[in-house]
T-cell receptor
Framework: GAVVSQHPSWVICKSGTSVKIECRSL??????MFWYRQFPKQSLMLMAT?????????EQGVEKDKFLINHASLTLSTLTVTSAHPEDSSFYIC????????FGPGTRLTVL | SQKIEQNSEALNIQEGKTATLTCNYT??????LQWYRQDPGRGPVFLLL?????KEKRKERLKVTFDTTLKQSLFHITASQPADSATYLC???????????FGTGTQLKVEL
């Protein structure tokens, strides 16, 4: 099946710094990718839809200036958490696909 | 308001028995519904997709039913094994395109 990778798999950063997470579709092209956030013992919450060559679409309540998304090619989308704070600590997961979504392995972000 | 609820947070069953997980939704009219498996610290993995005009779908030991009148999907794992222990998520395609909204998830534990 299709493979989606994420990098890094985990990151620890200081409060106030920015962190970039990459999501790549390895064996298929994706004009659309999705970014989710998952807190412990909770389900996945969609943050935004990343669109190749155009602006991302953010879900209600998600700050677009805090979570910058860039989808510069058909196989790569990046999520940058700007000025990260401890409450941004979470598990970030991306996905791509058509009817079926293929998920990346996730990135564990810890903000100290 | 829109909701996707899965029957219980946790379900414990004995090896060899059939596990039945429930997904109920309100105020959605999904074209199709999907089930995913998620292991701790990993991204979800696609299992099955069932369309609104399909009553039942099978794949090996897995069976999914979809009742659009009851607004409910049932997910069965027959001859369950300890390796089936994981969190199972149902998801609906909502809005336009292939954006997914996830249910709350059920953590299944299959005991020897």
């Amino acid at each position: 099946g299709a493979v989606v990778s994420q990098h890094p798999s985990w990151v620890i950063c200081k409060s106030g710094t920015s962190v970039k997470i990459e999501c790549r579709s390895l064996d298929f092209q994706a004009t659309t990718m999705f970014w989710y956030r998952q807190f412990p013992k909770q389900s996945l919450m969609l943050m935004a839809t990343s669109n190749e060559g155009s602006k991302a679409t953010y879900e209600q309540g998600v700050e677009k200036d805090k979570f910058l998304i860039n989808h510069a090619s058909l196989t790569l989308s990046t999520l940058t958490v700007t000025s990260a704070h401890p409450e941004d600590s979470s598990f970030y997961i991306c996905s791509a696909g058509l009817n079926t979504q293929y998920f990346g392995p996730g990135t564990r972000l810890t903000v100290l | 308001s829109q909701k996707i609820e899965q029957n219980s947070e946790a379900l414990n069953i004995q090896e060899g028995k059939t596990a039945t997980l429930t997904c109920n939704y309100t105020n959605y009219s999904p074209a199709y519904l999907q089930w995913y498996r998620q292991d701790p610290g990993r991204g979800p993995v696609f299992l099955l997709l069932i369309r609104e005009n399909e009553k039942e779908k099978r794949k090996e030991r897995l069976k999914v039913t979809f009742d659009t009148t009851l607004k409910q999907s049932l997910f069965h794992i027959t001859a369950s094994q300890p390796a089936d222990s994981a969190t199972y998520l149902c998801a609906l395609v909502t809005g336009g395109g292939n954006k997914l909204t996830f249910g709350t998830g059920t953590q299944l534990k299959v005991e020897l």
